[in-house]
């Protein structure tokens, strides 16, 4: 099913391109000085494709920066997320593969806006 839902966040954005039982598909955009919560999930893994600007992406504790067309893939249970220290957003394409795409599949460890 083809789905352009979109929501907002303290961060940024994400839109939702495909929603299939399979895989579900988003464009992510992370505004100057954002970041995502430290989270894992149970139920899916994720690949992370940068599309523009740089973004520092962190994996189990480790810290990598990323540019335009590096992809990163997350392993299901591995801790991750991504900040944007640059005057620019950082947009990328999540791949979510797994048995579950729910947002409540969120396991956050760290969170600067108190996300429920």
């Known amino acids: 099913m ?9 961060w940024g954005r994400f839109f939702v391109l495909h929603d299939e039982p399979t895989y579900k598909l988003k464009r992510i955009e992370v505004d100057p000085g954002g970041r995502l919560s430290y989270q894992f999930h149970h139920k899916r893994s994720e690949a992370w494709t940068i599309l523009e600007g740089t973004g520092i992406i962190t994996l189990d504790g480790q810290d990598k920066s990323y540019t335009k067309v590096q992809t990163v893939l997350i392993p299901q249970g591995v801790k991750h997320r991504i900040e944007n220290k640059e005057e620019q957003k950082v947009v990328f394409i999540e791949v979510q593969t797994g048995s579950y795409f729910g947002e409540d599949d969120i396991v956050r460890i760290q969170d600067d806006y108190n996300s429920a």
């Open 2 to 10: 083809i789905s352009i839902e979109s929501e907002e966040r303290p």
